[in-house]
């Protein structure tokens, strides 16, 4: 017993109360000189006044019936009513993707996995005029999650292609029930015209950075050729689509682009906005691959030559896999500004999220003074996708020690 | 090259040459086709389907109303005309945003750095806040407040000369006197003085070691020169915007229209944003050796960090800003939401009495002329560090 406690002597002296716990930080980091005392008073008066001030206009003042009475307008534009399932079916897809994740990835995959159900859950529990069907896809999403995580845990362990396989097939099968199939009932081909809101914004920016990889590689790989030709060729169209605003080059693809096509064939307006924002994009990623190809230390490609690896091999063997690899994170912020650019399309009359606000408030009377909860609810979405997004770019980045190899 | 041609024993097949000549010829030829392709097929349909094009329309009256303009402008003015004044409107916009957006970056950036908790968490939170929101909802909301703001009659005024209401801003503003051009002359040659003693101070400083403080001398240099020529001349007079306009207008100062404002407030937050994590990243960049090695070889903190960390960081700094600069003059296209009369906003009107391919194909080479201008910036600057570091 006695041997137990040390004597009293031995034990360091305990450290200065001000410098440890809840004071000693605070006198650290808030109050450590009479000029960061100061500040600190004066920020905490000026925020607190803001925060206060926002959080009574968000509960009190603001009206959100122009939000809540049209919800299906700004997720999915004009989308037919009867079909909203559709794309309630792609998003429960995605959800069992993120359970697969959830499964395989754990960390910041479980935070979102976790945060979408119980969005889910208290969106499907609250009563709002919510038809029954879509009520009960809401609350499928929980189980779709549920459903990857345990197929994550048997049909996916440790098998990473047969999730890469299942994500490709996931989103072909999700953009194919939300476009529609000729001559299949119930999954009549949605007009490509009412496809808005929300949707619009996601759909045109996943195509974009989806199909401007291929494009935006071989014009990197064009860019670095020693044939001049090529190499001006690629240089030319990389700098003169990074040169303009993407605005103009939507406004020329309207004038532009259907004439290029037969004048018997006419061409949607949501396919030219895609084909623009697929050039657009590729410009980008060629610059994005070309900087990921330079962090290649040289002796690899070194070492590839050295190993009788021709040219074109240790481009595509050697170089171009570990650019690629360091290019991921870079490519994540690609998508977030080609997601924020995807409201330009206003320009050419497709109704985005953005579009959608502005069109509600400009054409009903009783909403012409709700533009700031308009704008507000709009800007939380975004920041809700483009936030997570960035986040999980840099979680990506650290878990690839880009620059550390 | 002839040698090499006929190597002896090489099929030409498997020459290097040949085939390396080949591949570039066929390049080229399908490079040509795609252009010719593409342009003949639009020139064909153009004529086809009797598409306007041309420019023939340059030296006819615009007949358009333009709300602002740097260098005033009437209706029965050129289209040609009507594109300077609009193309003026949008380097106004983009000028005054890169000055506050790098200022505001500054600021936010070096917060972001202050060891004090709030300070640093506010910096982190605005620029999460403001470069997650596309840049046209920014737009939007900030127009829409500048609108929802009391007339010029029951706006803000603060000192009886800066007024704040839902037309927009209005500020003191110089108007030039006779003694403008002497004034602006002797400033010139002020400025050019300060150079060449700053030049020559710096070389001493490199040679001897001592501190000669070129940049404080050369900035009091030209600061003096200035400040003395502007009491001798009296070149302007201060015009403060007076509520004795018509219609309840104010009179006199500067005037920046509800659209201008609402447009510079927009670009320069989200700007900022981008410019205040590449000045952390920048400053966070210098390894923090580098600052205990010359603390060891006894430089104090003041000189550590004027040529020790500074120019270190500047390096990093300096290409990304550029490339924002040049963003933000792109993005200023987005005028055309809200109403300013920019380049792409006044060209898109004119596009109902003028051809449209024509009239957007000169707003492309304009915003590709000023995008090189960027690049020209970025690669001397480039090219300047580089031969520092020999």
């Known amino acids: ?405 | 090259m002839n040698r090499l041609l006929y190597v002896q024993g090489v099929p030409f097949w498997r020459n290097v040459v040949v085939l390396r000549w080949a591949v570039q010829i066929v390049s080229a030829i399908l490079v040509i086709a795609v252009i010719a392709g593409f342009f003949g097929n639009v020139s064909r349909e153009i004529a086809a389907r009797d598409i306007p094009f041309g420019y023939g329309f340059l030296d006819r009256e615009a007949q358009i109303p333009i709300g602002e303009s740097v260098i005033g402008y009437h209706p029965s003015d050129s289209f040609a005309y009507g594109l300077l004044v609009a193309a003026l409107n949008t380097v106004k916009a983009s000028v005054l945003g890169v000055i506050l957006a790098t200022l505001l970056g500054i600021l936010v950036g070096v917060a972001r750095l202050s060891p004090n908790w709030l300070l640093n968490r506010i910096a982190l939170v605005y620029i999460e806040i403001f470069r997650n929101i596309p840049l046209l909802v920014q737009l939007l909301f900030w127009f829409l407040i500048v609108l929802s703001l009391p007339t010029v009659r029951e706006g803000y005024v603060v000192f009886d000369a800066f007024y704040l209401s839902n037309s927009g801003v209005n500020l003191p503003w110089p108007v030039p006197q006779d003694g403008f051009w002497p004034w602006a002359l002797a400033t010139v040659v002020g400025i050019a003085v300060a150079v060449v003693v700053a030049r020559r101070l710096h070389w001493r400083e490199t040679e001897s070691g001592k501190p000669s403080y070129p940049i404080l001398t050369g900035l009091a240099i030209a600061v003096g020169v200035g400040v003395i020529a502007l009491l001798i001349l009296g070149p302007m007079t201060i015009e403060v915007p007076s509520p004795e306009g018509r219609f309840g207008r104010l009179q006199g100062g500067a005037e920046l229209s509800g659209s201008f404002t609402a447009l510079l407030v927009g670009l320069v937050m989200y700007t900022s944003s981008f410019i205040a994590e590449i000045v952390r990243a920048g400053i966070q960049s210098v390894s923090k050796g580098q600052t205990e090695a010359a603390r060891s070889v006894g430089m104090s903190g003041m000189l550590t960090l004027r040529h020790v960390t500074f120019p270190q960081s500047l390096r990093v700094i300096i290409p990304p800003t550029i490339s924002q600069y040049l963003n933000l003059t792109k993005n200023s296209s987005l005028a055309a939401a809200i109403g300013y009369p920019d380049l792409v906003s006044v060209a898109s009107t004119m596009t109902q009495t003028a051809p449209a391919i024509s009239l957007i194909l000169v707003v492309m080479l304009t915003y590709l002329a000023m995008s090189l201008t960027y690049s020209l910036i970025g690669n001397l600057y480039n090219r300047a560090i580089r031969f520092k570091g020999t």
């Open chain 1, 1 to 405: 017993m006695s041997a137990v406690t040390a004597p009293a002597m031995d034990r360091p002296p305990p450290p200065p109360p001000m410098t440890v716990g809840t004071l000693g930080w605070l006198r650290q980091n808030l109050f450590s000189s009479w000029v960061n005392s100061l500040v600190t008073v004066v920020l905490a008066v000026v925020v607190g006044w803001a925060v206060i001030g926002l959080i009574s206009w968000v509960i009190v003042t603001a009206d959100w019936l122009v939000i809540t009475s049209r919800v299906q307008l700004y997720l999915v534009g004009l989308y037919p009513q009867v079909d909203a399932w559709r794309p309630q079916v792609a998003v429960l897809l995605i959800s069992a993707l993120l359970g697969v994740s959830w499964r395989s990835w754990g960390g910041t995959a479980r935070g979102f996995a976790v945060g979408l159900s119980a969005v889910a859950v208290i969106v499907g529990v609250i009563p709002h005029g919510l038809q029954p069907l879509n009520r009960i896809l809401v609350l499928a999403i929980p189980v779709a999650v549920g459903v990857g995580y345990f197929l994550a845990a048997g049909f996916f362990a440790g098998r990473p292609r047969r999730i890469v396989g299942a994500a490709f097939l996931a989103v072909f099968v999700g953009l194919l029930i939300i476009r529609g199939i000729e001559g299949v009932p119930g999954l009549e081909p949605v007009n490509t015209n009412d496809v808005g809101g929300l949707l619009l914004n996601l759909l045109l920016a996943l195509f974009g950075i989806a199909a401007s990889m291929p494009i935006g590689i071989a014009l990197a790989l064009g860019r670095q050729s020693n044939l001049p030709v090529v190499k001006w060729a690629c240089v030319a169209f990389i700098e003169i689509i990074r040169g303009v605003p993407l605005i103009t080059l939507l406004f020329m693809s309207r004038h532009i682009l259907p004439l290029t096509f037969p004048e018997n064939i006419k061409i949607d307006t949501l396919y030219i906005t895609g084909i623009t924002i697929m050039l657009f994009s590729s410009a980008y990623m060629a610059e994005n691959v070309r900087g990921g190809m330079a962090a290649v230390a040289p002796g690899q490609t070194e070492a590839a030559r050295a190993l009788g690896l021709r040219g074109w091999q240790t481009t595509l063997l050697i170089t171009l896999p570990q650019g690629l690899r360091n290019i991921i994170p870079a490519i994540v912020g690609q998508f977030i500004s080609l997601f924020k650019d995807t409201s330009l399309v206003f320009i050419i009359g497709m109704l985005d999220l953005v579009e959608m606000g502005r069109v509600t408030i400009q054409s009903n009377l009783e909403f012409v003074d709700n533009g700031r909860e308009v704008y507000l609810f709009i800007a939380v979405v975004f920041w809700i996708f483009c936030f997570s997004m960035s986040y999980v770019s840099r979680r990506i980045e650290r878990a690839l020690g880009v620059g550390k190899r």
